[in-house]
Structures are given as structure tokens and as C-alpha cells.
């Protein structure tokens, strides 16, 4: 395992430890939701206090509606805003962990170190567990787990939708929906978004799990799954509701993929 010298302050049952942070896929047969005996769902978050509760209640629901134990993971990185507070309201299956990163992929890849310590799963059993991760300015749907399960890859990539549009011109909309609809591959969608994906946690752990960077961490991890030739399945019906906001916390993110359209609006 990689380590390194980030501390975790780990706040969700009553302990206080430090965790470290830390590749072929043909011929395997697909796996279904039955067939994993655990999932775990991380959540990084930077000051996203207002946005943590609507989020985590809808992690809470896909993590009851999965046929197996789901942790969820909340990463807080460099936080201010008193996240903190909201431990211990979402039930025992939802562990809160703070970190001094300010970096999206070490927090992504802190929470599955810290599950993976947490769940103590021996490595030959990793296959049966199911990871996924989201953004705290998002929600996912009551079957986000199920169905990214039910498909049988080693790795699920889902599509967002945008909350609300009441303070965007409507040019920036009308660009912004063309260009993603647009975006394809020859076997579904071409986005990633680290706010809607999953992936087998022995697969993640053979490519070495979320790199330390500060943006496209997501796009990374994929680049990596289909060089190995890895089962990835590109689900449009796979949607995750997420914020038109403008200040994201990733420098590369959605909110500065928003931002583009804003600019091409102002050009012309």
C-alpha cells in the first residue's frame, strides 16, 4: 500500500486512529448485485456543510436499498465550516474522516483506505465489494448502487444532471447540453464524472486506487481501468443530480466545465 504522511482524524464511532493513504480483467464472468457481499461509498468534501445533508440522505437510501452492508465514507478535506457537526446523524454505516489535503484525488483515495481498514476484508475476497464514489454537491438516485451492481462490470460510469438552471443565460444551457450530448464513444457516453462512478475493489486496488491529484482523478482511474482492458460500462439511464455552480472546489472540475460556456456566451 502507498503511504503517506496525511494524517486522519477519524470521526464516526468513537475512535481515533491514523490511516495511510495509499493491474487483468478478461475471462472473469460478470458479477450481479447478489453476488457482493459489501459496498462502500466515499464522499470527499471541501466546506460543503449546506450540501452534505441533502447529500448523504440520498447515499443513505441507495445504501438501503443494496442487498449488503454499504459504509459510506465522508472524507472532509481541509475543512473550516463545521462539517465536522454533521457525525453521528446519519447512522453507524456513515463514518466521518478529516484530512489536510486540499486535493480531491487524496481525499477519494483516503476513504477507500480508510474502508478497507475499517471492513478488514481479506484480499481474496475483495471481488465481492463494490465501491463507489460521489460529490457532496450531489445526489444519487434510490438505485445508484443497484443498478451500477447489476451491470456486471468492473467499473460502472454514470452521467449528471443539473439541479437548476434559474441563474444561467440561457445560451450557456443551450451550449452546455449540446456539447454533452454530443460527447460519445462507441459504447456509451463519453463523461466521467468521480461524482457518479463505481468499480470492484480488487481492481481498484490492482491499479493502485485514486492518484493525488487535484483534478481529474476520476478521468485517471479510468485511463487506467481500459489499458488493463477492464469491463467499463457507460450507463446514460445511470444519473446523478448534481449543482450549476460556478465555484467548484476541483481547479479542472464541472464547475469550470460550466464556467466554459459561460465564456464562449461572453465571445459571442
Not at 461509498?41 to 443494496?66: G, I, K, Q, R, Y
Not at 454530443?182 to 468499480?199: L, T, Y
Not at 492518484?211 to 450507463?235: M, P, Q, T
Amino acid at each position: 500500500m502507498r503511504r503517506s504522511n496525511v494524517d486522519h482524524r477519524i470521526s464516526g464511532p468513537a475512535v481515533s486512529v491514523t490511516v495511510p493513504l495509499n493491474r487483468s480483467g478478461r475471462g472473469e464472468r460478470p458479477r450481479r448485485a447478489a453476488a457482493y457481499e459489501r459496498a462502500v461509498v466515499v464522499v470527499p468534501a471541501h466546506n460543503e456543510v449546506d450540501n452534505l445533508p441533502s447529500c448523504l440522505s440520498a447515499v443513505v437510501t441507495a445504501a438501503a436499498c443494496f442487498p449488503a452492508p454499504t459504509l459510506t465514507v465522508v472524507v472532509l478535506d481541509d475543512c473550516d465550516d463545521q462539517s465536522i457537526r454533521l457525525a453521528g446523524k446519519y447512522g453507524s454505516d456513515v463514518h466521518f474522516i478529516e484530512v489536510q489535503a486540499r486535493n480531491v484525488g487524496a481525499a477519494r483515495a483516503a476513504g477507500f483506505s480508510y474502508a478497507r481498514t475499517v471492513c478488514a476484508v481479506a484480499a481474496s475476497a475483495q471481488h465481492r465489494v463494490w465501491y463507489a464514489t460521489t460529490d457532496a454537491d450531489s445526489r444519487v438516485d434510490a438505485d445508484w448502487l443497484v443498478r451500477q451492481t447489476d451491470s456486471g462490470a468492473d467499473m460502472v460510469l454514470g452521467v449528471v444532471r443539473v439541479e437548476n438552471w434559474r441563474q444561467t443565460p440561457a445560451g450557456v444551457v443551450r451550449r452546455y447540453l449540446n456539447a454533452y450530448r454530443a460527447k460519445r464513444k462507441p459504447d456509451g457516453h463519453g463523461h466521467v464524472h468521480g461524482a457518479n462512478m463505481g468499480f470492484r475493489a480488487d481492481k481498484y486496488w490492482k491499479e493502485g486506487g485514486f492518484a493525488a491529484i487535484g483534478s481529474g482523478e476520476d478521468v485517471d482511474l479510468v485511463r487506467r481501468f481500459e489499458l488493463r482492458n477492464y469491463r467499463i460500462h457507460r450507463d446514460e439511464a445511470l444519473s446523478v443530480e448534481t449543482s450549476a455552480r460556478r465555484a467548484g472546489r476541483a481547479p479542472e472540475g464541472f464547475a469550470a466545465y460550466l464556467r466554459s460556456f459561460s465564456r464562449r456566451e461572453g465571445a459571442g
